[in-house]
């Protein structure tokens, strides 16, 4: 089975083999991807999260009532 990657770091284009370097603005892009992965999760965040473990323990649904039955719909 043929392969389109390329070993060597060798692009074709007469490269002599030095290594190319990353474009200036990845730096940037990764400090911003970092600071986005290193944030805290918000309280509410969390708390669904919460609730979605429950579901998988078997633990009542989101929005409704301890007996496991749906919560009466108050829109009426």
């Known amino acids: 089975m043929a392969s389109n990657h ?3 770091g060798s692009n074709g ?7 190319r370097r990353p474009p200036e603005w990845a730096d940037g892009l990764k400090q911003l991807y970092d600071s986005v992965v290193e944030e ?30 749906p919560a009466p719909d108050s829109r009426a």
Not at 13 to 19: P, S
Not at 41 to 62: A, C, I, R
């Open 6 to 8: 390329r070993q060597g």
């Open 13 to 19: 284009g007469g490269d002599d083999g030095a290594q």
């Open 40 to 69: 805290a999760l918000p309280d509410s965040f969390k708390d669904l999260l919460d609730q979605l473990d429950g579901l998988d323990s078997g633990g009542p649904s989101p929005g409704s009532n301890d007996n496991g039955k």
